[in-house]
């Protein structure tokens, strides 16, 4: 069975500062991950994926993620904060083989932005 | 108008009643989900459906039965309410086929008294 941890479910960066989001997947098989970002009051809204094409990922809002299979890692990152992207994050993997479209999900990480 | 609409997105009710959160989708897709959505667990299946004919636990199901009425409705139930059921309840969508993403709802948040 698959798994994902997020390290982390509290991250506070200085607007401007580079974000990075951890996460670590386990998976008996190639995995399909997935970021997702929900705002307050709202639904998830997908942010990325990565589906074996290409191990560094770019998403929407300036998002980025790189697969590396030797560390199990799904690391979510952006070059320079908004104050916008404060949200809480989740990291997903879908499950084996991806035919059955379920995804797991991780803790979340909140992530707060300071002016 | 939303891909994924739930209705109600706030419910408060007491220990015992019967609820129906439904959801409704406007996308096409076969695959509908339900998830609950607690502080700190991230987001659990409780059931899933790949066409009307076909309903399936997902991880966390007891306390809970669906209905999928057709292609675009999944309706959740909960047959006699309890406290720990409180949480956030999110409907998703999504196509056939390997890696395909889900498609959210803007969640229903039920208090039970």
């Known amino acids: 069975a698959q798994s994902v941890t997020q390290l982390g479910s509290h991250v506070s960066v200085s607007e401007g500062a580079l974000v990075l989001l951890r996460c670590n997947y386990s998976?008996?098989?190639?995995?399909?991950l997935f970021w997702y970002v929900q705002y307050p009051n709202q639904g998830l809204q997908l942010l990325l994926k990565?589906?074996?094409?290409?191990?560094l990922v770019k998403g929407i809002n300036g998002f980025e993620a790189e697969f590396k299979k030797s560390e199990t890692s799904f690391h979510l990152t952006k070059p320079s904060a908004h104050m916008s992207d404060a949200a809480e994050y989740f990291c997903?993997?879908?499950?084996?083989?991806?035919?059955?479209?379920?995804?797991?999900f991780g803790q979340g990480t909140i992530l707060t932005v300071h002016p | 108008d939303a891909d994924v609409t739930q209705t109600p997105r706030n419910r408060i009710t007491k220990t015992g009643k019967r609820i129906m959160l439904e959801c409704s989708q406007t996308?096409?897709?076969?695959?509908m989900y339900w998830y609950r959505q607690d502080p700190g667990l991230g987001l659990r299946l409780i059931y899933y459906?790949?066409?009307?004919?076909?309903?399936n636990k997902g991880e966390i199901s007891d306390g809970y039965s669906v209905s999928r009425q057709a292609q675009a409705k999944f309706s959740l139930s909960l047959e006699s309410a309890i406290p720990n059921q409180t949480a956030l309840y999110f409907c998703?969508?999504?196509?056939?086929?390997?890696?395909?993403?889900?498609?959210f709802g803007d969640g229903t948040r039920l208090s039970i008294l």
């Open positions: 996308k096409g897709h076969d695959r």
């Open positions: 990565y589906t074996s094409a290409a191990t």
């Open positions: 998976s008996s098989v190639p995995p399909y």
């Open positions: 997903a993997v879908s499950d084996e083989g991806g035919s059955y479209g379920k995804l797991t």
């Open positions: 459906s790949f066409d009307v004919k076909d309903i």
């Open positions: 998703a969508t999504s196509e056939r086929g390997s890696g395909q993403p889900q498609h």
